[in-house]
Every structure is written in C-alpha cells, then in structure tokens.
C-alpha cells in the first residue's frame, strides 16, 4: 500500500488547516493510501519541532527569505525532514508551501521534495496577510508538484504569477450527528430562553471581535465567543470583552466541547470577519441549520456566488426579525447548497479527480 504523508507546521487540532487536512487524509485513505503525518506540532505520528510556528532552531527565525538561515541549519532541518518523509511515495503539504509562518522551514521541506510527487494545497498565501506583506519566495513550483487552492480567488491570484493551480474547496460532513437545542443547552449551562450569538473561531484582529459583539448587542443575545486570542489579540480581547459586560452584556469566552453541541446551542452564528481563507462556519451554520451574520471578504462572496443566504453584519434588525419568525425555507436553502457545492463527496472527488490526472491514484 503506498504511503501518503501530510506535512504541516502544526496538526490534529482545532484549526481550520488542521480540520480540512482531516477530510482530506480520509479521501486518501478511501483511495487505498497509507497516511502518515508529520508537523511541528500536534498529535502526529512524526513530530519535527523545527517545523513548528514560533519554534524555529535558533539563526533560522528570520523572515527575509531563503538564506536567513545558515547553510548547515537548513541543511539539518532538511536532513529531519527528509528522515521523516523517507518511506513517503506522495506528501501532501498543508499551507507549509504557501504561508511564512516558519520560512525557513518551509523552504528546508521544499528542498527535500524537489522532483518528488507532492501537492502543495494553498489555505492562505503571504500576499494575503498584511503582517507578510513583501514575503515573495512562496509558493514555488517544480514540474513534480501539483498545486491546490481553498478558492477560486487564489488560484487566479497563483496564475498571476505563472503557477497553475486547482480549486478543491473544504468539504464537510452535511448529514452530522443531530443534538436536541435544550439538551446542548442543558449541557452548556445555557438558559432555554437566552438568546445566544455563537462567535466561532480564534480571536485575532481579522475576526472582526468588535462588529460581533456590536451584532449581539443589538440583537438582544448573549456574545459566545468560542476560541482563545492568537498574534497578540489578547490585550484587546480582554478590553472589548470588559467594555461589552460593563454595558450589560452577558459574554462567555470558552470552547464548545464539538460542533453538533455548538451550533444546536446558537440561535444565531456571527462571522463577521474582514478576511478569511474560506470560512467554514457560516458553511456549518447552514449544515446545522442557523442562521449565519457574515462579513463581505472576498471568499465569502465566492461562496454567496453559490447560491447561500446569509444576513449582513450592518442590518442587524434583519437578523432580529429573522430570530423573532424562524424562515425554515431558508435554513433549508442554504443547507441544500452546501449538501451541492461542499460535502466531503465532493471534496472526495475533486482529490481522486487530480490524483488520477497526477497519475498517483493506486
């Protein structure tokens, strides 16, 4: 059985990367692959701490490009990464190619893979990210490889600068384990009649933390933001959290336990963010049938082009009137497009479809 391994900085949790490689590992497996994955961080089967974010071996934490590191850091970062993808007949790198989060890092990995079967499956490019900006050495190409993107947005912009990509969006499970309201509720600590705007994700500044919170306010709901602050947020966190309490809000900050759990709880699901490389929540609003307030970045409106309903962060009396007259037809619209565009069998496809084009499938 051949082996497929997929690369990251960090995998096996709750991030988003870490959640679409998953899907994609179950695609493989189901195609006859062995799967092996190695990262810097997570719980995997190969761990290689020099490729973690934020724990670069000393002379290689430097973002200028390719010869930050010394000759003989890279060349022992290659030789780990190397060992740990020795008995690899295909990798799959998840964003490791395409985001300087561990440059260094990345460029060791590629130079292991030179003329090696991989894809490099793009989440969020430099030129995306402001705190990257003038980062130009990702992603690179080797006839070997086979790019793929989250969005049609990237792969035109990876085509601006000569590399021919594939757009494989996220795929999830449409038909996921059903959990009664109360009961979640129950579970949660949440009143049956509280008024609940579920916030999912991490805080950071492109979540767009205080427009939610301006949405749950005026929606009369409690604000339930569900991940920790990331890049420095917390500072901020902690004050538009004290600002919304002292104005009377009802603010709980803490994890859901899963996502049936989560989305059963919320009356509304508020994703207003300035800038995402997809965006599953709005799409796991519309499986568990909430209603989603989502932000206008430019993959959200990719994803609207699909036929999905969602209200707009500025007209919070819309999603008032909504929460006040339930619209079944509604959720049942936008639980029908994602049934379409975004389950796992679409995914599943879109995978067997570029592996049998690579000549890769077993």
Not at 64 to 70: C, I, V
Not at 217 to 246: C, F, H, K, M, N
């Amino acid at each position: 059985m051949p082996t497929c391994a997929f690369v990251s900085f960090r995998l096996g949790g709750t991030d988003g990367v870490s959640v679409v490689a998953a899907t994609w590992m179950d695609a493989v497996r189901a195609m006859g692959f062995d799967v092996v994955t190695v990262a810097g961080a997570g719980p995997v089967d190969r761990l290689v701490p020099g490729l973690a974010i934020g724990s670069v071996p000393d002379g290689l934490a430097g973002l200028d490009g390719p010869d930050a590191a010394s000759a003989n850091e890279r060349s022992a970062l290659a030789n780990e990464v190397d060992e740990a993808l020795a008995d690899a007949d295909l990798v799959v790198l998840e964003n490791l190619a395409t985001i300087p989060m561990n440059l260094p890092a990345s460029m060791a990995t590629l130079d292991v893979l030179a003329g090696r079967p991989a894809v490099l499956h793009h989440h969020d490019p430099a030129w995306q990210r402001a705190r990257y900006a003038g980062i130009e050495v990702l992603p690179t190409d080797d006839p070997a490889w086979r790019h793929v993107t989250i969005n049609d947005l990237t792969r035109a912009q990876l085509a601006d600068r000569g590399i021919t990509a594939t757009t494989i969006r996220n795929g999830f499970d449409t038909h996921p384990p059903l959990v009664e309201r109360d009961a979640a509720r129950a579970v949660l600590g949440f009143g049956p009649d509280e008024r609940l705007a579920v916030h999912p994700g991490r805080a950071i500044e492109r979540k767009d933390v205080p427009t939610a919170i301006r949405v749950a306010e005026a929606i009369g709901a409690s604000y339930w933001l569900t991940g920790p602050a990331e890049e420095d947020y917390a500072p901020v966190l902690d004050d538009l959290l004290r600002q919304a309490r002292t104005r009377g809000t009802v603010v709980h900050h803490r994890p859901a336990p899963d996502l049936s759990t989560l989305y059963a709880a919320a009356d509304v699901v508020l994703f207003p963010s300035i800038w995402e490389g997809f965006g599953n929540p709005p799409v796991e609003a519309a499986i568990h049938r909430r209603p989603a307030v989502v932000g206008h970045y430019p993959v959200a409106e990719e994803l609207r082009g699909l036929g999905f309903r969602w209200f707009d962060p500025a007209a919070p009396e819309a999603v008032t009137a909504a929460l006040d007259a339930p619209d079944q037809t509604l959720l049942d619209h936008n639980a029908a497009v994602a049934e379409e565009h975004l389950s796992l069998e679409a995914t599943a496809r879109g995978i067997r479809a570029l592996f049998d084009g690579a000549g890769w499938t077993p």
